[in-house]
């Protein structure tokens, strides 16, 4: 029996939509990840390996209302709380803002980021990922079935290399740019540890 939903409240009445997205995109700059995967059925072990997309926001557990905002922005979404890492001093539980069904992600994920653009190297994420829900969703409601060694396989050879493409490109994408940062010279000092102005 599949888990029911939970019932998301409405957007608050008191808070402008627009000033929000906005807001909200930007916050992404920083804390949002655009995912990309392969995944299998384990409970069919005999079924071909697919794509997924989704998009998640992770922050400590106390911040979950702001994430809750967030999933009433959208209507949609789940938030799962993790227990703290014990191999961190300092550890808290997070919270997580999963969005992971492909119409969801389609008709309200990839609309918003197109309305309120983000501005850092997220953006180049997006990028990359909406291609690749485009081509989930395509692979999804494509009315064609194709048969081989008696099981339905969703995904040609061709859907697989162009998500694989995708999947290694948003993936390398998130290496860290070491370029190196200009350090200004020393400023002269009078010997004593007091700088001359």
Request: hydrophobic share 40%; proline share 9%.
């Amino acid at each position: 029996m599949a888990k029911s939903r939970p019932v998301i409240p409405p957007f608050p009445s008191n808070i402008d939509r627009r000033d929000f997205g906005n807001w909200l995109s930007g916050f992404v700059d920083g804390e949002g990840c655009f995912v990309l995967g392969w995944s299998k059925d384990a409970k069919n072990p005999g079924r071909a390996w697919s794509g997924f997309a989704r998009f998640e926001i992770l922050m400590r557990g106390d911040d979950r209302s702001i994430l809750e905002e967030i999933q009433s922005f959208f209507s949609c979404g789940l938030i799962h709380i993790h227990k703290p890492v014990r191999t961190r001093p300092l550890g808290h539980p997070g919270a997580r803002l999963i969005f992971s069904r492909t119409p969801e992600l389609i008709e309200l994920i990839i609309p918003h980021f197109e309305r309120c653009p983000l501005r850092a190297k997220k953006a180049r994420d997006f990028a990359i990922w909406r291609e690749a829900v485009q081509l989930l969703h395509r692979v999804a409601t494509r009315p064609e079935k194709v048969y081989r060694a008696g099981r339905v396989v969703t995904w040609s050879d061709k859907d697989k290399a162009d998500f694989d493409v995708l999947f290694l490109a948003i993936k390398d994408g998130r290496v860290f740019d070491a370029a190196p940062v200009p350090v200004p010279p020393p400023r002269p000092s009078n010997g004593q540890g007091r700088l001359f102005e």
